[in-house]
């Protein structure tokens, strides 16, 4: 597992990171289908095993069960402090239902609760959670954020975008230290919704990359269809059947990546893993299988070559 560093900041990250949406759980109908409690802290010792050193949640994935599963699971691995681990904020569900809010006394408690949740004194990142571009344009997100820095409450702070607009007036602010973004083998087949643009300019600017969504919520494994059913709760049974076409269409097109010992899954995390603006791809992971499966795609071989030896093949 190859460790990087995360922008101009001093946070060394593992190159794959462990995605902690899914693991929130679908009683608050947000997320990937059930989980179980004890199988996803399983998948944190397990990821901890392999070398993955990078944790990202949110404060409303499961409402908080994401960040409490896993200051606990760290917590009963005594590896509080020997990891990375990356926050988010804006989304509001004390409530019920979730909203955004971006007040700077939100902001601060929020953070509070977060860290109680994860069981810490600070946090490694703190990232606005897919904040409007006016709330970006205004600037006053950044203001709390630099208070919270020089409270030692966290370390570094970024944001979690959309579009490539939404990057570039982030990159034009100059205030944030990362960016969190979608990429995958679809942006490859699919160029006009790629957000790769920004690679080149956040490396000028010394601003971390952190790649979110490497499996395209869990089709890039190749084991959905258009018709496949989704249980109470996961977001994909939500999905217009437009974009699962599309979906399903586009992972028929990298089908052949798939060879004996690789998975399709291995192939397209090895795409994102091969970016050098890359410094960190977050993959959801539920199950310690699903842990040792991806950590795997950080030894093959570089995606060119996997692309190579399957045409190699399609010519015999």
Partial sequence: MRINRLGNTDLLVSELGFGAFAIGGNSTGNSYGPTSDQTSIAAIHAALDLGITFFDTANVYGNGHSETLLGKALRLAGSR??????????????????????????????????????????????????????????????????????????????????TPADGEICLRDGRPQTLQLVYNLFSLLHPETSLDVLFEPAMAQGVGVIAREPLAAGYLSGRHAIDTHYGPGDNRGRWPQARRQLFCTLVEAVRRLEQPGITLAQAALRFVLDEPAIATTIVGIKTPEQARENAAATALPHFHQLELATADCDMR
């Fill in 81 to 162: 402090h020997a990891v990375v681990i990356a926050s988010k904020v804006g989304g509001r569900f004390s409530d019920g239902d979730t909203d955004q809010t971006w007040s700077p006394g939100y902001i601060e408690a929020a953070l509070d609760a977060s860290l109680a949740r994860l069981d810490r004194d600070y946090l490694d990142l703190y990232q606005l959670h897919n904040p409007p571009p006016e709330v970006v344009e205004r600037g006053e997100v950044f203001d709390v954020l630099a208070r919270l820095q020089t409270a030692g409450k966290i370390r570094h702070h970024g944001v979690s975008i959309h």
